[in-house]
Nanobody, 121 residues
């Protein structure tokens, strides 16, 4: 099994910055892409950013130029640096990855519990 634990969510004023972290732990054999999703009240969960094990990144249109995703493969950790935050960035942010556990022959999809980001005066 693989566990994902997010941290870094907070209340921040518009224009401010936050850095989210997500650490994977457990009986990990290999971690593939690591992604950040978010879900605002009454809205569907949407992809914010993703990064492959080789470092290739992709972003949702609404965060391009403001958010940066990175990862530390040695620590099995993915980060999301969020700058120029807007009220519409308010949501629960979830970490997601596909990972192969020790003893399994195929990878599974895992989710973290989420961390709240609120952008408000």
């Amino acid at each position: 099994q693989v566990q994902l634990v997010e941290s870094g969510g907070d209340l921040v004023q518009p224009g401010g910055s936050l850095r989210l972290s997500c650490a994977a732990s457990g009986s990990i054999f290999r971690i593939y892409a690591m992604n950040w999703y978010r879900q605002a009240p009454g809205k569907q969960r949407e992809l914010v950013a993703g990064i492959t094990s080789g470092g290739s990144t992709n972003y949702g249109d609404s965060v391009k130029g403001r958010f940066t995703v990175s990862r530390d493969n040695a620590k099995n950790t993915v980060y999301l640096q969020m700058n120029s935050l807007k009220p519409e960035d308010t949501a629960v942010y979830y970490c997601n990855t596909k990972a192969l556990s020790v003893g399994r022959s195929y990878p599974l999809n895992y989710w973290g519990q989420g961390t709240q980001v609120t952008v408000s005066l």
